[in-house]
């Protein structure tokens, strides 16, 4: 019985969104926004296994773009996605990826000091026992630490932030504040959020001193739940096992999952690995790897995105070694966050669609759903989400 593998390279994104014009950074349309072929040309870039299976050849169908270094023939299946949610986000992304295309248009908080209404604040406050929040703002994740962290370790209230993603973030101090109580205050806040329509409330721990303010891996996502059933409850409710890796369990409220497995995107690779070995005929394993995003996208910084793209590239192609025959391995994105771009959010584009186990074929413009429906297909699963099957 065959096994599929779908692993997302969280905002790697390959341009040419129809509608990237109606997206924006610092009230920059993101027309023209191209990760890879950016980095390709700012950094460089060598990904030989993704560009053999089509990286390349992606670009160039999704955006016009060509992304220097990455001109190979393709001997894996390829194609470009495009998205029809109306969103650049992880929940949104992830979805349609799953096949169901977000039905509604998400709560954005605006671009004030206050961001957050005082219903919200309010709302905080009460849970976190404190009389105030900090920040109240659009912040970068990191900087907005290093500006608020020796005021939270001062007067213990929690730093709380938003950006251009529907999404209320709040950041506190392990020892300090106490994870438990982050995580526990982010939990209780969640469903007063899901109701206005955002899309997630997500605690950000970190640890040090002053000047030396670091993020930890326990952060957690608290993400309202799809509106119909996914890839994962179709498999699942077939009988067939579920492996999350990465954030998965998060963006999916854990329905439809067997078996989660966390950590940074060296530990998920590694349970990748022993997935490649363990997870038994039938199984649908679905990854997120999220460091190109939060550590080199958001941040703007191309030539460590590049650095951890190559990473990712030699790694899957240990991956590629190990998989057996009958194996489908599908390698795409959410979104895009192209890091030479404007402002520090995410970017609209098309994404890659990589596909290692039905040989050389190209795919050509593809749905988001149209994953969903393949991996359905290869599994011989009764599937009747969105999405047509390119197998």
Same mark, same amino acid.
Request: a negative charge; glycine letters at 10%; aromatic letters at 8%.
């Given at each position: 019985?065959?096994?599929?593998?779908?692993?997302?390279?969280?905002?790697?994104?390959?341009?040419?969104?129809? &509608?990237?014009?109606?997206?924006?950074?610092?009230?920059? $349309?993101?027309?023209?926004?191209?990760?890879?072929?950016?980095?390709?040309?700012?950094?460089?870039?060598?990904v030989?296994?993704?560009?053999a299976?089509?990286?390349?050849?992606?670009?160039?169908?999704? #955006?016009?773009?060509?992304a *220097?270094?990455l001109?190979?023939?393709?001997?894996?299946?390829?194609?470009?996605?495009?998205?029809?949610?109306?969103? @650049?986000?992880?929940?949104?992304?992830?979805?349609?990826?799953?096949?169901?295309?977000? $039905?509604?248009?998400?709560?954005?908080?605006p671009?004030?000091?206050?961001?957050?209404?005082?219903?919200?604040?309010?709302r905080?406050?009460?849970?976190?026992?404190?009389?105030?929040?900090?920040?109240?703002?659009?912040? #970068?994740?990191?900087?907005?630490?290093?500006?608020?962290? *020796?005021?939270?370790?001062?007067?213990?209230?929690?730093?709380?932030?938003?950006?251009?993603?529907?999404?209320?973030?709040?950041?506190?101090?392990?020892?300090?504040?106490?994870?438990?109580?982050?995580? @526990?205050?982010?939990?209780?806040?969640?469903?007063?959020?899901?109701?206005?329509?955002v899309?997630?409330?997500?605690a950000?721990?970190f640890?040090? &001193?002053?000047?030396?303010?670091?993020?930890?891996?326990?952060?957690?996502?608290?993400?309202?739940?799809?509106?119909?059933?996914?890839?994962c409850d179709?498999?699942? %409710?077939?009988?067939?096992?579920?492996?999350?890796?990465?954030?998965?369990?998060?963006?999916?409220?854990?329905?439809g999952?067997?078996?989660?497995r966390?950590?940074?995107?060296?530990?998920?690779?590694?349970?990748?690995?022993?997935?490649m070995?363990?997870?038994? %005929?039938?199984?649908?394993?679905?990854?997120?790897?999220?460091?190109?995003?939060?550590?080199y996208?958001?941040?703007?910084n191309?030539?460590g995105?590049?650095?951890?793209?190559?990473?990712?590239?030699?790694?899957?192609?240990?991956?590629?070694?190990?998989?057996?025959?009958? %194996?489908l391995?599908?390698?795409?994105?959410?979104?895009?966050?192209?890091?030479?771009?404007?402002?520090?959010?995410?970017?609209?584009?098309?994404?890659?669609?990589?596909?290692?186990?039905?040989g050389?074929?190209?795919?050509?413009?593809?749905?988001?759903?149209?994953?969903?429906?393949?991996?359905?297909?290869?599994?011989?699963?009764?599937?009747?989400?969105?999405?047509?099957?390119?197998?």
């Amino acid at each position: 019985m065959p096994r599929a593998f779908l692993i997302v390279i969280d905002s790697v994104g390959i341009g040419g969104a129809p &509608d990237a014009a109606q997206f924006f950074n610092d009230d920059h $349309p993101d027309t023209g926004a191209n990760t890879v072929a950016h980095i390709a040309r700012d950094a460089g870039l060598c990904v030989p296994v993704m560009d053999a299976l089509g990286l390349g050849a992606a670009v160039t169908l999704a #955006s016009g773009d060509v992304a *220097p270094g990455l001109e190979a023939t393709p001997n894996g299946a390829w194609g470009a996605a495009t998205e029809v949610s109306i969103g @650049k986000d992880t929940p949104s992304g992830h979805w349609e990826l799953a096949g169901v295309p977000v $039905p509604w248009e998400w709560h954005v908080f605006p671009k004030t000091e206050p961001a957050f209404p005082d219903v919200v604040t309010k709302r905080i406050c009460a849970l976190a026992g404190t009389d105030g929040i900090l920040a109240n703002r659009h912040a #970068s994740g990191t900087a907005v630490i290093d500006e608020e962290g *020796p005021a939270h370790l001062k007067s213990g209230w929690p730093i709380c932030y938003t950006s251009a993603d529907s999404v209320l973030q709040i950041a506190a101090h392990e020892e300090a504040f106490g994870l438990e109580r982050l995580h @526990k205050l982010c939990a209780d806040l969640a469903p007063m959020l899901h109701e206005m329509r955002v899309g997630r409330v997500i605690a950000r721990p970190f640890v040090g &001193d002053t000047g030396h303010f670091k993020r930890t891996a326990n952060r957690k996502d608290f993400a309202i739940a799809p509106p119909a059933s996914t890839l994962c409850d179709y498999v699942h %409710d077939a009988g067939r096992t579920v492996h999350a890796v990465g954030k998965i369990g998060d963006i999916f409220s854990m329905r439809g999952i067997d078996d989660l497995r966390k950590g940074s995107d060296k530990a998920l690779m590694g349970h990748l690995h022993d997935l490649m070995d363990e997870a038994a %005929d039938g199984a649908f394993v679905f990854a997120n790897l999220v460091e190109f995003d939060s550590e080199y996208g958001h941040r703007r910084n191309p030539q460590g995105y590049g650095a951890h793209l190559e990473w990712f590239d030699a790694e899957l192609g240990k991956l590629l070694e190990r998989a057996r025959a009958g %194996d489908l391995v599908i390698v795409t994105a959410d979104h895009g966050n192209d890091p030479t771009w404007v402002g520090t959010d995410h970017t609209r584009e098309r994404v890659p669609v990589l596909v290692h186990g039905i040989g050389a074929k190209a795919l050509g413009q593809l749905g988001f759903a149209d994953v969903a429906a393949s991996v359905a297909d290869h599994l011989s699963v009764p599937y009747s989400g969105e999405g047509a099957s390119f197998l």
